[in-house]
């Protein structure tokens, strides 16, 4: 089993900034894409970001283009989410996920294990 663990969210004002960290452990032999995953309330959830096993590939939703970057610490098997110019509309639980392939369009396909997710609140 892999366990994955996300951290990092919280309370921001309209233009501001958070960084999300997860981490994957266990038998991170079965780590390879990782990814963050979005649910606001009343909405469906939705993908953000994800990231090869070699951090050389990164996928991003339209909607965080431009303001959101994902990066991999791979000896530490931890991937960072750094979120800046946040909107209200990026309120919502976000979760971390972690699998063997990274698929693309249909990314969250690719994922196996996820995390309980964190909550990132922008006020206006």
């Known amino acids: 089993q892999v366990q994955v663990v996300e951290s990092g969210g919280g309370l921001v004002q309209t233009g501001g900034s958070l960084r999300l960290s997860c981490a994957a452990s266990g038998r991170t032999a079965s780590v390879n894409a990782m990814g963050w995953f979005r649910q606001a309330p009343g909405k469906e959830r939705e993908f953000v970001a994800a990231?090869?096993?070699?951090?050389?590939?990164?996928y991003y939703a339209d909607s965080v283009k431009g303001r959101f970057t994902l990066s991999r610490d791979i000896t530490k098997n931890t991937v960072y989410l750094q979120m800046n110019s946040l909107k209200p509309e990026d309120t919502a639980v976000y979760y971390c996920?972690?699998?063997?392939?990274?698929?693309?369009?249909?990314?969250?396909?690719?994922?196996?294990?996820w995390g309980k997710g964190t909550l990132v609140t922008v006020s206006s």
């Open positions: 990231i090869s096993g070699s951090g050389g590939t990164t």
């Open positions: 996920a972690t699998g063997r392939l990274l698929r693309w369009p249909e990314v969250e396909r690719g994922m196996d294990y």
